[in-house]
Nanobody, 122 residues
Framework: QVQLVESGGGLVQPGGSLRLSCAAS????????MGWYRQAPGKQRELVAT???????DYADSVKGRFTISRDNAKNTVYLQMNSLKPEDTAVYYC????????????????WGQGTQVTVSS
């Protein structure tokens, strides 16, 4: 099977930075789009940023200029560098990936990580 494991969350003061990582492992043939979503208490899960295997990126307007998504295709890992953090960035951050498995050629599966808490507070 396939697993996405996130790391790097925590507590940070407003204006601070955090870097999230998400590593995919298992029977992976290829990974297309990888991304980060977040869900704050009482709110719906929302898109933060995505990146294709070719490096094309897309960001939510609320994080443009502050967050940077990147990936290491050799390591099947996606990163989210978060700078100038604000209290409204507080949420559980989830990694997401579209993966073709070696055991099921040509079929794309959608996987989620378990989530990592990011809290921005003084």
């Amino acid at each position: 099977q396939v697993q996405l494991v996130e790391s790097g969350g925590g507590l940070v003061q407003p204006g601070g930075s955090l870097r999230l990582s998400c590593a995919a492992s298992g029977s992976i043939f290829s990974i297309n789009v990888m991304g980060w979503y977040r869900q704050a208490p009482g709110k719906q899960r929302e898109l933060v940023a995505t990146i294709t295997s070719g490096g094309n990126t897309d960001y939510a307007d609320s994080v443009k200029g502050r967050f940077t998504i990147s990936r290491d295709n050799a390591k099947n890992t996606v990163y989210l560098q978060m700078n100038s953090l604000k209290p409204e960035d507080t949420a559980v951050y989830y990694c997401n990936a579209d993966i073709v498995r070696t055991t099921v050629p040509g079929v794309r599966y959608h996987y989620w990580g378990q989530g990592t808490q990011v809290t921005v507070s003084s």
